[in-house]
């Protein structure tokens, strides 16, 4: 009898992670060689797949309510988020497509955003580094951008390479929303009115503390 070896969801992360590279890679490739025709046609079982794929991780990395409420608890009130404001006065090239962005959830992302993301995330990840960026695009939209760190990337199956460039934290940062998207809607489906109130206010800031408390801390 052959034995299974359960991996862990850091593992399971990193090599579902590598397979989701080589579809969008794929998918990049179709969009430039193709008719936009052919290619609504051809890519929709790649899409199907890649969701099937993020769908898992997301599984793997889902709190229970009283999780969220343990990483609420523990982690301190962050004076650089509420600081951090300030950028919203200095933001001008972006503004227009951040107004429309404020006004969604993380829940709509879908394949048509990812040159949008891409370019915003990369412009303020040239000043403000792949960490800042998060944090600023979610002070700006705080319902569809998530907020990261170095060690919660890792953890995700999307370690930074030491000469990453803007563009590659990007599209690092494109399949990070991608998984979130699926533990939002999972977490609301599953838990519904069982999460705590701070929770459902804000589902992305709540996912944070505990992928902080969990992966950054390692608290809980």
Sequence with gaps: MTA??????????????KAIARLETGLDAMRKEETPEAYALLSESWIELLERRRHEIAERFLPAPEELTQAHEKVPPDLSYRAAQVLEALVSKQDARLRQLRQRTIETLTEDDKEAVL???AEFAEVLKPVG????????APRFF?????????AYGLPRRPKATPQDDARCYWQFMQVVKWQVKLLKERYGE????FARQNLLKALDEWNYAKFTKRWL
């Design 4 to 17: 299974i070896v359960e991996v862990s969801p850091q593992q399971f992360a990193r090599d579902t992670q």
């Design 119 to 121: 370019e915003v995330f």
């Design 133 to 140: 960026a998060a944090k600023a695009l979610h002070l700006l």
């Design 146 to 154: 998530p907020l990261w760190d170095n060690k919660i990337a890792k």
């Design 194 to 197: 069982q999460l705590p109130d």
